[in-house]
């Protein structure tokens, strides 16, 4: 039995300093890193907590954000701050105070930089926070103070961190400019710091060329440009070098199969396929037992409690980083364990023998017997076997394991079947795609908590009332994953519907948008919509060309606080916290964005024999320039819309496979390839 004591967590939000909070007013963050360690600028303007302040932290080491290395039981991060004080003609100096402060990325190096900067009439400051290589646990803060008046000022800089301070003191003629630099080394050891003051810095060169072999992206449409950008560098930072990431920062502290998978797919997709293989290895070398049962929070679990999904979004990311890599060489070292993975989904006891279909007690979102889940078919969880089995099957197909491939192949094509078309156990109905069914065919619409939960006051599932199962925003995978396309009547009227059913998620008790991962009358934690859900919905609109719903939820994540960053809480709601832990900042959401963008709208999908591009821009997105590694080269890709022409054209320098109306076939090559596409106004 699970015990409700993995979800709760003391760490009151209540107790200590502001800074030791992660949802502040109108508060962001700004997270960097290079695998050895990790800092996240904090820019809480509304003035709970510090102004801004900066956090670092021991990537190899998950914690709440009030033991990060630089937080102070006291003071939070106040002594993390820059301290400015100016002195006339030798008298005591007095803290200046700024008109404003900024918070923004800064790219000007070629490496991603936060800078904060405050200013008045008569002095201005920047400070740019930057890790300026790949080999060393070092951040670096570069100070950046002019002097923007008619005569002579002398400055006294100070900033800290508990049990440490800095001082330097500046004379700055009229308009006159000095930068100082500090370092901040993370004594991995000693699990502590040295601050010291050092000459000038820069970037080294070999990381710059690194971030210039990334995926890149230029969007004429400033708020996906901003949240594809921000979200491709922040996924990559806050992954340590051995592959260990929180599953939603400061929050967790714990690791899962299908979230970090989903973090693998989000990095391959925006070219860090590095640090996606080491991700992969990790999972694959620590998280698959024996049998090929994969771990959740860190966790092993009984069959009946066991996330189903996990071991086909791990197959689907190996199978998505060959693809984008070309890597069988990773392939073939690991096929037991992805062997294991794929068998695992056959086994007798969670094959419901009438259907075909997979089944037991745990539903996607980890509710399980306590909450009331009963014994039955969970839609997500035979779409992920689905799509993980055929992963499998291709990878054993180009190994030439072709007794394996023919098993998994069939084994995936008959749960899709039953999961469509059965007539008893499906999971369609008149609303589109179900949630579950029960093994006895039933469809489970309700839930109740047994004694065996210890759920909080206050919760909806603790209420009186019927707790609903449907809508639920996993119902929406079929469709964004490709299982299910409107190519005929039938199949457009269950994506209709399911689409339908799931606009209930959209406000449910709150305003402002934003969908909710599924009814909300069963929530055992906190209501309130959810970031990567919305998202999933996005995706499967996308796939629809239904581009009003997806530009919602895009404006929606730009109304929330954190979209300055590119950082998103999991949901916003009022968390009870205790006994819940503080919500935190999901990675998964930053891979979701480069899922949507990279895979739905621009349509890069790399395949065995070839690379499909298929192309559809939301309204607005006139122009497109991007370079995006693929195996051994780079593909240049610019897009632009010509409102003179009524069917799409396709220049490359290489021969092109295949050309239709709304995509292109590119062969894999051995030379970079430059692709220009010229669609026609509105098309898809």
């Keep these: 039995m699970i015990k409700f004591e993995e979800h709760f967590y003391d760490d009151d939000p209540c107790k200590g300093h502001p800074d030791g909070r992660t949802k502040l007013p109108g508060c962001s963050y700004f997270f960097i890193g290079n695998g050895l360690v990790q800092a996240a600028v904090q820019f809480s303007p509304a003035g709970e907590g510090s102004h801004y302040g900066l956090l670092i932290m021991n990537p190899a080491q998950l914690r709440k954000k009030s033991e990060a290395l630089t937080f102070d039981t006291e003071t939070g991060l106040e002594k993390s701050m820059l301290t400015v004080a100016e002195s006339e003609e030798n008298i005591e100096y007095s803290n200046i105070k700024f008109d404003t402060i900024n918070a923004e990325w800064n790219y000007d190096s070629g490496v991603p930089a936060v800078s904060i900067i405050r200013s008045n009439d008569r002095t201005r400051v920047e400070e740019i926070f930057i890790c300026p290589d790949r080999i060393k646990p070092e951040l670096i803060r570069e100070i950046r103070i002019k002097n923007k008046s008619k005569s002579q000022i002398k400055i006294n800089l100070q900033t800290g961190l508990p049990g440490k301070s800095i001082e330097a003191i500046c004379n700055l003629n009229e308009n006159e400019e000095r930068n100082l630099y500090i370092s901040y080394h ?135 980083y060959y693809l984008w890599t070309g890597n069988i060489e990773f392939v073939k070292r690991n096929w037991q364990k992805i062997s294991l993975t794929a068998d695992y989904l056959l086994k007798d006891i969670f094959t419901h023998k009438p259907s075909g279909l997979l089944h037991n007690k745990r539903e996607y979102w980890e509710r399980h017997s306590a909450h009331g889940i009963e014994a039955g078919m969970e839609l997500a969880y035979q779409v992920y076997a689905v799509k993980g089995l055929l992963s499998a099957a291709a990878l054993a197909r180009i190994i030439s394991k072709e007794n394996e491939s023919k098993k998994w192949q069939e084994k995936a094509d008959g749960i899709w079947d039953s999961a469509i078309n059965h007539p008893i156990f499906s999971l369609v109905d008149e609303c589109g795609f179900i949630k579950r069914r029960n093994t006895n065919g039933n469809p489970q619409e309700t839930i109740s908590i047994t004694d065996k939960a210890d759920l909080p006051d206050g919760v909806p599932l603790s209420s009186t009332g019927r707790h609903y199962l449907n809508p639920d925003s996993s119902a929406v995978l079929p469709i964004a994953l490709g299982l299910i396309s409107p190519d005929s009547e039938t199949a457009n009227n269950i994506m209709t519907s399911t689409m339908e059913s799931i606009e209930e998620l959209w406000n449910q008790q709150w305003s402002g948008g934003g969908y909710g991962r599924y009814h909300i009358s069963s929530e055992p934690d906190s209501p309130g919509p959810w970031t990567f859900p919305s998202l999933f919905i996005a995706r499967a609109y996308m796939e629809m060309g239904r581009y009003g719903e997806v530009q919602g939820v895009l404006d929606w994540l730009s109304s929330l606080s954190g979209a300055l960053s590119g950082t998103w809480h999991e949901f916003y709601g009022r968390r009870l916290s205790p006994p819940f832990p503080q919500v935190g900042i999901p990675p998964w959401t930053w891979a979701e964005i480069i899922n949507l963008t990279v895979h739905h709208i621009l349509g890069i999908r790399p395949e065995e024999e070839h690379i499909r591009i298929r192309p559809r821009l939301l309204p607005g997105m006139n122009e497109i320039k991007g370079r995006f590694p693929i195996r051994n080269i780079m593909i240049h890709l610019e897009i632009k819309v010509d409102n003179t022409i009524s069917e799409a054209e396709f220049e490359a320098n290489v021969d092109l496979v295949e050309v239709n109306e709304c995509e292109v076939l590119l062969p894999y090559s051995d030379e970079d390839i430059f692709l220009k596409i010229i669609l026609p106004a509105g098309g898809k």
Aim: glycine residues 6%; contains cysteine; negative net charge.
């Design 186 to 320: 993370l004594l991995e050891a000693e699990n502590a710091y040295e601050i010291r003051l050092i000459p000038k810095a820069k970037p080294d060169k070999s990381w710059v060329d690194y971030w210039n072999s990334r995926t890149s992206l230029s969007i004429q449409s400033s708020l996906l440009d901003h949240f594809f950008r921000t979200s491709a560098h922040q996924l990559n930072a806050m992954v340590s070098g051995s592959g260990k990431i929180d599953a939603s920062i400061w929050q967790y502290n714990r690791e899962w199969v299908r979230d970090h998978s989903m973090m693998c797919i989000g990095l391959i997709l925006s070219g860090h396929r590095q640090t996606a293989g080491i991700l992969l290895q990790r999972l694959l070398d620590e998280f698959v037992c024996g049998d090929g049962d994969t771990i959740d929070s860190g966790k092993r679990r009984r069959p009946d409690d066991v996330e189903l999904d996990q071991n086909g979004v791990l197959l689907y990311a190996i199978e998505t």
